[in-house]
């Protein structure tokens, strides 16, 4: 970078909500396999502890350094239906508080990886612990989960989504006195990846190595800014706009990244480009689109102006790094972006504008309040539309559905902090009874024959 381009990254920090949004620790509990679980925890804890107990102070002292907030930092850990698998155990609960207790002293956020992948079938191991799911999240409080239901490979595992539909029922009536949040703790995705450093849906993939460490940029406000200053401007001029904001956005995430592996001396990992909004104003996705000229987000034009700047997100991001990963786009939940909650709750956008919006953005259905009563059956078909939409176009897609047990339409779900808040949106009311049943699966599409 030149001196101009240091100190547009300065401003971008003082008065553009340029941030970090996450730093995530990749911990492998693969050697903490045991068929005796509370030998398997205890490894589980102690090697957690090792990595992790420095993490908070050292991203700290990173960002106090370089005039950055590090707002998050969390830990993620290999799916532990593989750890949990070798024991007998009837439930993996006491594996959930396992990781709650090592995420809290720590100091940690969110610890991810209660998680399964059932794109090839469900084992014992997998179904155990998607049942355990409600029981879990109502009894944590740092435990985050996520299962992969499909890829592009595989198909789509339609028992698995039937059975989740009703796990997220049992979530949010477990949950409901807090407007069944915690639903907002529990993704579930097609074709998932195994750096993603974002929650709810971070897991440690057995691809990794042993412990690396995965950072998250943002800077919504900050491309923003950018655009209003080519206001009239042809989309060439915007896209090329969004193109050097990434650019700059990525180097900063990267020399931070960097500086906070080294610190705890690990290896880093990769740089998610996503652009992850916040309920706070001058930090939502939905304004940037109307910056583009969407008079609001849901519109005509919406789903044309997120893929321009997914696009050039990406490859503003790529230039600046040779690490770029995760999920690297731009995120759309309802309820963490304040011009997405505007949106909702003056009626312009819903499911299935959000359903087309995802075609192109980086994650799909994300932090959405549903009414209370919505049936299982329903929440397993939207998952399924949801996924088969990634695996047709072979990206990740995923679904973070709140059904906000005793409210309904029109009402407000309040989660507070980052998770922010939603108006309820309705659901299409035709019985999906017939479709969820039929179970089995819906083969991979032709095109995934790339052998």
Known sequence: MDKNQILET?????????????VTLGI???????EDGEKSREKIYNKIIKYGKNLVEYANEIGRKYGVEIVNKRISVTPI???AG???EKDYLEFAKTLDRAAKEIGVDFIGGFSALVHGDMT???EKLIRSIPEVLKKTEKVCSSINVGTTKNGLNMDAVKLLGE????TAENTKDQDSIGCAKLVVFANAVEDNPFMAGAFHGVGMGDVVLHVGVSGPGVVKYALEKVRGESFNIVSETIKKTAFKITRLGELIGKEVADKIGVPFGTIDLSLAPTPAIGDSVARILEEIGIEFAGGHGTTAALAMLNDAVKKGGIMASDHVGGLSGAFIPVSEDEGMIAAARDGHIGLDKLEAMTCVCSVGLDMIAIPGDTRPSTISAIIADEAMIGIINQKTTAVRLIPVIGKGVGEEAVFGGLL?????IPVHQGSCEDFANRGGYIPAPVHSFKN
């Open 124 to 126: 014992p191991a997998d």
């Open 86 to 88: 070798a024991t007998d």
């Open 167 to 170: 796990v997220i029922v049992k």
């Open 28 to 34: 492998s509990l693969l050697d903490c396999i045991d």
């Open 420 to 424: 922010g808040s939603a108006p309820i």
């Open 10 to 22: 300065v401003r971008m920090l003082d008065s553009e909500n340029l941030d970090i949004r996450t």
């Open 81 to 83: 239906a593989l750890i």
